[in-house]
């Protein structure tokens, strides 16, 4: 098992920046490919980033690309996102999961452990 924690979100201007940061713990964090998704109401839970084990591979959506970065501190087993000049189409809740898998995947589906999830709120 793995438990997530995300922290971070609130309510910010367009154009402002919020770091949200997600905690691990339970397993080995190394272990696991972590992604970032997003959630906005009654709308399908989409992708946001991704980044590899070691932190030497990142991907992202093309909705975010330039604008958030994730990063991530296996010694602190966290996983980061910082997002910067954001819009209110960013408003969602944002989680944060865990993937096992040998590949990083944008699917939802090999994600095994998630996170509650942090509401990131932009006005415009």
């Known amino acids: 098992q793995v438990q997530l924690v995300e922290s971070g979100g609130g309510l910010v201007q367009a154009g402002d920046s919020l770091r949200l940061s997600c905690a691990a713990s339970?397993?080995?964090?190394?272990?696991?490919?972590m992604g970032w998704f997003r959630q906005a109401p009654g709308k399908e839970r989409e992708f946001v980033a991704a980044?590899?084990?070691?932190?030497?591979?990142?991907y992202y959506s093309d909705s975010v690309k330039g604008r958030f970065t994730i990063s991530r501190d296996n010694a602190k087993n966290s996983v980061y996102l910082q997002m910067n000049g954001l819009k209110p189409e960013d408003t969602a809740v944002y989680l944060c999961a865990a993937d096992r898998a040998v590949e990083v995947h944008r699917e939802t589906s090999w994600y095994g452990y998630w996170g509650q999830g942090t509401q990131v709120t932009v006005s415009s």
């Open positions: 339970g397993r080995i964090f190394s272990n696991y490919n």
């Open positions: 980044i590899s084990r070691s932190g030497g591979s990142t």
